[in-house]
């Protein structure tokens, strides 16, 4: 299969881990690139649900190789239990999961200061973070104090974490709160450690000879782009470049070397977390596609906020990721909705807007312009050809191809691996 990256083109949640899971029966590797233990990918075979928070979800996939790249920031405790959770299952990692030694560590002070800053903000501030201790992680990494995997291999690793520590815990006695027990901390990491080892590999030099080798690489983003750090609703975004581009800086391969974008879109929109959603229903359909939808966050439960499809958002997010086709997941939610909207462009105080506007307060002010569409009122989850849906399901999906004006590569109408139409052909 051609080299492929793989992004969310919504708020994250639109089912990136099934899609990838699907792809991964014709690649030699999956390398997630950017985010970190806030981000869930759920994939289900046969009976079995599994819930991927770090490790790229071609693990469930024996003969796929699989990279946590240098663009995560990976908490090593929380990787320790994923990967013995995975084991417990049956998993076999050895020789086949790679951790880079350049990937920054989330430490549990990482975790404490997000939860203050989070409980310090305004109401109007707040940002909904999970406290995964993403942003402060991140904060390090620019700031360049930040610790990486491959230190925990170093000697003067201790030396190192105790002068983090000592600075976390100005901080967090300033915000009035205990601080955080070094030693305990230490026996933690290098019990983590342990465990990891085998793991930690300078993997760019290992991702750039298997493309020389010409064996194929599908790069895994997680959230969704409009939550990514330039290009999303900021401040309401993560603290990583959640869009294509940011492969290549978080794994380490030229642009050149990939070969097509995938965008994974829901049928209709959801998001987690505070922000502007123009889309967002606050009613009975609302809370009826979040039933039907189970759309409650694989990381934290948090129920998501549900809405109509996006055509701006939609559009926003191929144009930025360049697009190739699109893996359009949860059709079958819609099956029992008797009248679909689409929203196709936004006004805001009079005037139409067809792309995002950057300031949140001008988004915040943004009302959907929808176009209604029939919905078609009988079940999808059976149908295993794109012949076999309902005439107004096939009509609704070609109507989102002609809005965004990029084909529908698969489409998946439940959560199982075979519950996904190829249609096309370089799928």
């Not at 965008?263 to 009613?283: H, M, N, Q, S």
């Not at 012949?387 to 999906?397: F, N």
Request: proline share 5%; aromatic share 8%; hydrophobic share 40%.
């Amino acid at each position: 299969m051609a080299n492929t990256v793989l992004i969310g083109a919504q708020w994250g949640d639109e089912g990136k881990g099934k899609i990838i899971d699907v792809l991964t029966a014709a690649v030699d590797w999956v390398v997630r690139y950017q985010g970190g233990n806030n981000a869930g990918h759920t994939v289900e075979i046969g009976n079995e649900r599994y819930v991927l928070h770090l490790i790229p979800s071609g693990i469930l996939r024996p003969s796929t190789k699989n990279v946590i790249g240098h663009g995560v920031v990976v908490d090593p405790l929380a990787l320790v239990k994923e990967i013995t959770d995975l084991e417990q299952r049956g998993a076999d990692l050895r020789g086949r999961f790679f951790l880079s030694d350049r990937a920054h560590l989330v430490l549990p002070y990482h975790n404490l200061l997000d939860a203050c800053r989070e409980q310090a903000a305004s109401a109007g501030a707040k940002i909904g973070t999970t406290k995964r201790g993403i942003g402060p992680a991140y904060g390090d990494k620019a700031a360049r104090v930040g610790l990486r995997a491959g230190d925990l291999l170093d000697p003067i690793f201790p030396a190192l974490l105790q002068r983090r520590v000592e600075e976390a815990n100005r901080v967090l006695g300033a915000w009035g709160q205990p601080p955080v027990d070094y030693a305990k901390l230490l026996a933690d990491c290098q019990a983590a450690t342990a465990k990891l080892a085998p793991f930690i590999a300078d993997t760019i030099p290992m991702l750039n000879e298997a493309l020389a080798r010409k064996e194929s690489i599908l790069f895994e983003g997680a959230q969704g782009t409009m939550l990514d750090i330039d290009f999303g609703t900021y401040p309401f975004v993560t603290s990583s470049s959640a869009t294509a581009g940011g492969a290549c800086t978080g794994a380490g391969v030229a642009p050149h070397r990939i070969d097509r974008v995938v965008g994974v879109i829901k049928a209709y929109t959801t998001r987690v977390g505070e922000g502007p959603f123009p889309t967002e229903l606050l009613d009975a359909m609302g809370e009826q596609l979040r039933k039907t939808g189970n759309e409650f966050g694989a990381t934290t439960g948090r129920p998501r906020r549900c809405g109509w499809f996006d055509l701006v958002v939609a559009r926003y997010s191929a144009m930025l990721n360049g697009i190739d086709a699109w893996a359009l997941t949860k059709l079958d939610v819609l099956d029992a909705v008797p009248v679909i909207k689409i929203c196709v462009a936004y006004d805001c105080d009079g005037e139409r807007l067809t792309t995002v506007p950057a300031n949140i307060r001008k988004l915040e002010r943004c009302k959907p312009i929808y176009e209604e569409f029939p919905g078609w009122q009988c079940k999808t989850t059976d149908a295993t050809t794109f012949a076999e849906l309902p005439a107004g399901a096939q009509a609704y999906v070609r109507r989102l191809e002609e809005l965004t004006g990029v084909k529908v590569g698969l489409l998946s109408v439940g959560p199982r691996r075979a519950s996904t139409m190829k249609l096309t052909q370089d799928f």
